[in-house]
């Protein structure tokens, strides 16, 4: 479980993350939408303690990054736009290699059901990662996530450069892995692939959380037209 209460984050002095709140519970998938330099990079960044909070607080599972990061981050997934993955290495000896360096022994069964879970397909993940896509490589990633039993999964731009089916399969791998029991944060321009994912929606601007909707209350052209708006009031206040 993730809970950011009034967090603030400071960049060159600017209030970069102002007074942000939101709460990520087991199970449920949070897209964090927002323009560029809203500041979500920046949440993920605080989340896993690599930028301190000027204020508020932020827990997984009740630690804190500023008492203890390395706790947090045995927690954590992180999945950045681009999965760094040894290229020269398959899928499933990434997935082995990674997995051993955590100090979790793996069989071969255990490890094609992993990227079977994830959504890679049987023929590919004997193949070397340096011809995989970008949504291979995160379904590996995935796979990695769901073998380090992380309760926390920070997704920066997972769809970005993906194409429609490519994004949708990629929904799906995450969707699996919130039913499996893992709280989801996703930080996206994504409006299709946030409304068709997440369960809980919210819109950040220039660093404050102007609107949040759970997702089932509202069509994508309602999530269209509200973040249209606040992108207008931004544009228009900058
Ligand atoms: N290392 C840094 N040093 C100084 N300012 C930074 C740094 N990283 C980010 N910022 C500033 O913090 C603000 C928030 O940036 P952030 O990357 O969190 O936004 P974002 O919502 O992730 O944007 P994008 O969608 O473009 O990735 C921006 O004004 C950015 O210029």
């Known amino acids: 479980m993730l809970e950011i209460r009034d967090l603030v984050v400071l960049r060159d002095g600017r209030r970069v993350v102002d007074g942000l ?12 939408l927002g323009g560029n330099g809203a500041g979500k990079t920046t949440t993920i960044d605080a989340i896993l303690g690599f930028v301190p909070a000027a204020g508020g607080m932020v827990r997984v599972d009740g630690l804190s990054p500023a008492d203890d990061a390395v706790a947090v981050r ?34 071969r069964a255990d490890a094609a059901a992993l990227l079977d879970r994830a959504g890679l397909a049987r023929e590919a993940q004997g193949r070397r990662v340096r011809g995989y896509s970008k949504g291979m490589r995160q379904k590996v990633g995935l796979a990695i996530a769901q073998a ?8 920066d731009e997972p769809t970005s450069g993906l194409d429609p089916a490519a994004a949708d399969d990629m929904a799906r791998s995450v969707r699996a892995a919130a039913d499996a029991g893992m709280a989801v944060l996703m930080a996206t321009h994504d409006l299709f692939n946030a409304r068709q994912l997440a369960d809980r929606i919210g819109i950040l601007r220039a660093g404050v959380l102007v609107a949040e909707f759970d997702a089932s209350t509202l069509d994508h052209q309602a999530l269209t037209a509200a973040y249209l708006a606040h992108a207008r009031a931004a544009g228009a206040a900058s």
């Open 21 to 32: 709140r939101l709460c990520v519970p087991a199970g449920c998938v949070y897209a964090l």
């Open 74 to 107: 045995r927690r954590v997934a992180y999945l950045p736009e681009n999965v760094a993955l040894y290229p020269y290495l398959s899928g499933v000896e990434n997935l082995d290699y990674f997995c051993t360096m955590a100090g979790i022994a793996l069989s």
């Open 148 to 155: 380090r039993s992380a309760s926390l999964l920070l997704l």
